[in-house]
């Protein structure tokens, strides 16, 4: 019989190349008929007092084997699997990435707030869950007021006085109760309205709010700087027309139509063939409220304006359906990617 000593040496001059030659390894030295096998077999015929040191060196021998085995193995896995994996064509053009791009009413969003922005106004924002104080009461809408139906209203179940605000002119009080004037701020905002939803009209919006308050603000500033802001969205040659209009919160008000930046004011349907299409309301705010406010109205006077986000934005890119900006259809979103800064 072989001796351990020439076991291990077979051990450590056996070649192994491939798979093949691994797997005469693994039936040489590991399997059930290999010699180290035999080996443990015969420990019982050895004399007692030898017995555990023989024990002993078949066990490091069949480490031995074993741990060689293992490591034969990795390095012949890991070759053969580089071989035949597929080295990719690294001249081949990248996969595109898809970038997304900003929806269309937080561009117009933006966009409003900068012009606003650089000419002094610094923006504010408030809870979409308002009460009945900051959206109607301090607004000077009394109680049983008609002009409280003007707006269709979501309320809230939890108190009869909860509800989702339907203009952001709630921010104009908030502002007005925390910091007296000169206040100069917009108010961007999310607005809800209990209305069929058609392609002129949905229960969800946006709006941007103005109000400035100083001593001696008046109407004709309002006039230019609503003049100055609309030069700056829709181009220099837009000209704009105030109609008398009514808002309980301001007293004069006024509505601002801009010369139809379709047909040039030449008539079209976006226009109704008036030349004109409307983009806020705006007025000087009425002393009741800035009394209700907290700001003393023999002292100070001020303007304010509301525009629609949407609005503003079907005529900026020339879109006839207000569906089309909640439906977030890809399609329809990815055309707004050039605008997206
Ligand atoms: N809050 C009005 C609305 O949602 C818009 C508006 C009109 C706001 C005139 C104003 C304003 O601040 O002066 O219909």
Redesign the pocket.
Known sequence: MKSIEEIKAEIENFKVENAESLEQFRLQFLSKKSEIQSLFGQIKNIAQENRKEFGQLVNDLRDLAQNSYNRYKAVIESTTNTKTVEIPDITRPAARQTVGSMHPISIMMNEVRQIFEEIGFSAVEGPDIEDDWHVFTA?NFAEEHPARD??DTFFIKVRPDVLLR????SL?VRTMESQQPPIRVICPGR?FRNEAITSRAHCIFH?V???YIAENVSFADMKQTLLYFAQRMFGNEVKIRLRP?Y?P??EP?A?VDISCNICGGAGCNLCKHTGWVEI????M?DPNVLENCGIDSNKYSG??????IERMTMLKYKTNDIRLYFENDVRFLQQFKAATK
């Open positions: 607004l003007m707006q339907t203009h952001t002119s104009q607005v709006q709010e103005g109000l209009s808002f919160f301001t008000s509505e806020l309301g705006c007025g705010v303007f304010a304006f509301g525009l629609g």
